[in-house]
């Protein structure tokens, strides 16, 4: 699991440690893992550090010493070095006269500082530490526009990208790796933030931090969580999960949202609805009872609403009067929406909520009672987005999008790593309905059942579109979960999603 820490918990630990540690120690640590990972990058690029340029674009405070300080034992090495400092009068005293010490270059001038950047062989980035809020300042931000030569290693966060949320609130500078010291921040894990940050890579430096409240699963913590059945299971002790999905509009809904139930752990899927002879013909293992939920016999989860039309209504109402977990998507969070809150009350069982931001925007209006807010709004501040949900339904909020994220009541979030761009096809949002509700009728809590399904859904996604990727279409995502089922099952062979995009971590 990815543990990712809000900045007034780093500080707090960092404080805690400073008070045991001789002056200046902990910054030590953090720039020694910084400088590693550059000269890694710079033997992987070029074979060696001796000769490499490098541009330390420093700020005011830590942040900016912490760059300088690498940035010396990078010219220790025999890199030439130039630093640019964009607050003269703040820069970091003890980074300064450790990189004057090393012989490297103080540059004053902005336009040679660019000049530098665009030709250098690698930059690091401390114009602005997790402290910062906004984006880039006009001194700064024509760096971001800059042509580059090298990479752009970010000092413990983008510039420009706010360290609790990912939100981008102005001009950032985008880099190809992040390390980050001590924990990983939210920011980093979610888009847009998560967009600017590259392969972010943790250096450990001692803290000693509280329980996190933002996670991303990895392979071994999904493995963990995958039902199995037992030497005494049959179906229904693996459960039955009930699919209410399709109408006449959109039939192909139920087959999708079936199809994704079918490869959850659940050992049944019981169909109700108006596409049942089709259901049955692509998938004859399905159960397939007349009528509505109130009258479709015992199942341990509800999936309500994938293509469901009009009739998502009644599904909606019979499903939510039960007293297992519910799963509300597509055409049941537009019901919901109009209901409002008021719907889910007097709930016992968990119920989860599958929307993307346009859903998103209308069950806020439905809480609100005002306009539906802008997509885009919702979009750019997704961690608050699904947490506002979450707390306005009293409900676990899978919040679909380039970042997913899953939030439960009382705050605590899960963002999912796994995703790639392909899965933005149509009926992808109902293949991962069907595979989530059928990990809630196996006896998964809510909060991970949301979270395991978006990961592996993820997952298949990638494998369906293969390497370098390919256009991929909703069934062939629902026939690739068993596959990548099986490789997160096989931690002796599985490649994590976080290795797919090249990120490492040093003391993971």
Known sequence: MRNAHRVEQVRAAEAELMARLPEGVLMQRAAAGLAATCARLLTRRRGRVYGSRVVVLAGSGDNGGDALYAGAALARRGARVSAVLLAPERAHTGGLAALRAAHGRVVLDQEVGLADFSRADLVLDGIVGI???????AGAAPYARAARRGP???????????????EVAGVALRADVTVCFGTYKPGLLIDPGAAYAGAVQLVGIGLDLPPADVSALQHPSAAELLPEPGAESDKYRRGVVGVAAGSATYPGAALLAVAGALHGG?????????????????FPETLVTEGGPAGAGRVQAW????????????????????DVPVLVDADGLTELGRLGPGALAGRTAPTLLTPHTGEAARLLAGADGGAPPPADELAAARLATARRLAAAYRATVLLKGSTTVVADPGGAARVNPSGTSWLATAGSGDVLAGLAGSLLAAGLPVLDAASVAAYLHGLAGRHAAGTPGAPITALQVAAALPAVWRQVRAPATAVTAESMESAESVDE
């Open 131 to 137: 402290g910062g809020r906004g984006g880039l300042r």
């Open 152 to 166: 752009v290693v970010a000092v413990d966060v983008p510039s420009g990208v706010d360290a609790d949320t990912g």
């Open 266 to 282: 659940a050992g049944a899927v019981r169909y109700v609805g108006t596409a049942a002879e089709e259901v049955v013909r692509r």
């Open 303 to 322: 999936v309500v609403g994938p293509g469901g039309g009009e009739g998502a209504r009644q599904a909606l109402a019979e499903a939510l009067a039960s």
